[in-house]
T-cell receptor, first 116, second 110 residues
Framework: SAVISQKPSRDICQRGTSLTIQCQVD?????MFWYRQQPGQSLTLIAT?????????ESGFVIDKFPISRPNLTFSTLTVSNMSPEDSSIYLC?????????????FGPGTRLLVL | GIQVEQSPPDLILQEGANSTLRCNFS?????LQWFHQNPWGQLINLFY???GTKQNGRLSATTVATERYSLLYISSSQTTDSGVYFC????????????FGKGTHLIIQP
């Protein structure tokens, strides 16, 4: 497996502000994803972070609200823009690693965001 | 999109008990993974199992792809097994974003 780190691990923000979350992997990976886990809920895919091109967003998520960068094969950022209390969630990045013919998805530790 | 249903939603057991968690999905999948989210929020990958049976220690999983369900078995439960167990599926192969079920919240009491 890979070592995946996220910064910050947690933050408390004021509504109307923006927060950029970083995801760093210790090896090059092709696929990186961003998920959101609202309090007490399951995980929802936000977008696929594509290296060198625009991210691919899932239904209900837009680039203006969640801009994503993927400058190389080991790093990605997710920005939560113009935050409201409804954005309070855990944000997780994940990567796909190849083990033989099996492609398994691994998750970072998450960023806990509270918006006041 | 694919719908994923997990049952039971909550389960409370005594240490040493066995349990079976179920995951039903609404369409054919090429990727199915089971995760354990510990009380600190970390997601641990348990199995990649789009079909067949796998075992890892006290845990095993079986997916019957033709009938669109998967089962996770936990034997001789320990308190450290507590947490939320998620089933997640994808239809485009391993390198796709996953659709998660709502999870089974498991509490193992000493």
């Amino acid at each position: 497996s890979a070592v995946i780190s996220q910064k910050p691990s947690r933050d408390i923000c004021q509504r109307g502000t923006s927060l950029t979350i970083q995801c760093q992997v210790d090896s090059q990976v092709t696929m990186m994803f961003w998920y959101r886990q609202q309090p007490g809920q399951s995980l929802t895919l936000i977008a696929t972070a594509n290296q060198g091109s625009e991210a691919t967003y899932e239904s209900g998520f837009v680039i203006d609200k969640f801009p994503i960068s993927r400058p190389n094969l080991t790093f990605s950022t997710l920005t939560v823009s113009n935050m409201s209390p409804e954005d309070s969630s855990i944000y997780l990045c994940s990567v796909v690693l190849l083990a033989g013919v099996v492609e398994t998805q691994y998750f970072g530790p998450g960023t806990r965001l509270l918006v006041l | 999109g694919i719908q994923v249903e997990q049952s039971p939603p909550d389960l409370i057991l005594q240490e040493g008990a066995n349990s079976t968690l179920r995951c039903n999905f609404s369409d054919s999948v090429n990727n199915l993974q089971w995760f354990h989210q510990n009380p600190w929020g970390q997601l641990i990958n348990l199995f990649y199992i789009p079909s067949g049976t796998k075992q890892n220690g006290r845990l095993s999983a079986t997916t019957v792809a033709t009938e669109r369900y998967s089962l996770l078995y936990i034997s001789s439960s320990q308190t450290t097994d507590s947490g939320v167990y998620f089933c997640a599926v994808g239809s485009g192969g391993g390198a796709d974003g996953l659709t998660f079920g709502k999870g089974t919240h498991l509490i193992i009491q000493p």
